[in-house]
């Protein structure tokens, strides 16, 4: 079962939105006038100016929705802790499972055979146990007790591009858990397409040249980031044939690098 991320819909202008909220601080000019007479160069010059100000809250004028999928509930238990941003998830209340269900397979156990062929087997025990519980007339909101953290679900977000900001910061590093990472460089990326200005730095810290993680100097994509030599180097590295940790390290090398 495969990540799939979707960007549903967004705020028409994401960017002009937010430059029109920030004028409304700086110009005489009313309501009615207010969003009027954008050029693509005033509405950057105004984007720039608040977000290297970190006058963010005119970020929170926007909105953007997602379609997650392919994601197990350990992914989305730590998703919904991001309290600024909103969720409907797909419910294992309403929603019954017919005999099986999907789940995620981390690839840490899918390269090891013999853990991989005993986790299978256990997810295919937990899914009869389902079956013969709604069988034998359980609710399925007491069945899905038995159900994995690596049960597949499905979720919408939507978010401001400032919480969006928050979660990129906390969840496209390399401390995060690799799923909630590979979910919000996903993100990232479409969110870059669709508002490049408001993304330009978007990303964990060492993206803007810091980190605060007791281990951040050991981190092999801080040094990337600080050091371009070293990016050359771990490129090379992967040349012979790319590991999935060095694979990582040179797409997050990308997105620092987009991220100027
Ligand atoms: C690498 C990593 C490891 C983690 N490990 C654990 C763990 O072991 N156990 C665990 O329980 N969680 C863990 N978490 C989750 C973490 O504690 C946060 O719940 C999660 O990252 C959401 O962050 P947040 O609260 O900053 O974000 P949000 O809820 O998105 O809030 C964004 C910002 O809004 C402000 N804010 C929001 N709510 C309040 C409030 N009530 N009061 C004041 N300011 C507020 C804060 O500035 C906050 O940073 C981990 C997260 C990461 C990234």
Known sequence: MALKVVLLSHSPEPERAVATAARNCYSPRDVESIDENWTPDAIEKMVSRVRDAGHLS???????????????????????????????????????????FEFITPPSIAARPEIKAKYDVLMRQIAAFYQDAMEAGTPAEDARFVLPNAAETQIVITANARALLDFFSLRTCNNAQWEIRELSFAMLRLVKRAAPSLFVRAGATCVRGYCNEPNGPECPRYVIVKNPVAARRVTTLTEDGPTRASDEIVADHQTAAMAG
């Open 58 to 100: 005119t970020f929170e004028h926007t909105m953007f929705t997602f379609g997650v999928g392919g994601v197990s509930r350990a992914l989305t238990h730590q998703l919904v802790r991001h309290r600024h941003m909103s969720y409907e998830q797909k419910s294992q209340r309403y929603i019954t499972l017919k005999g099986q």
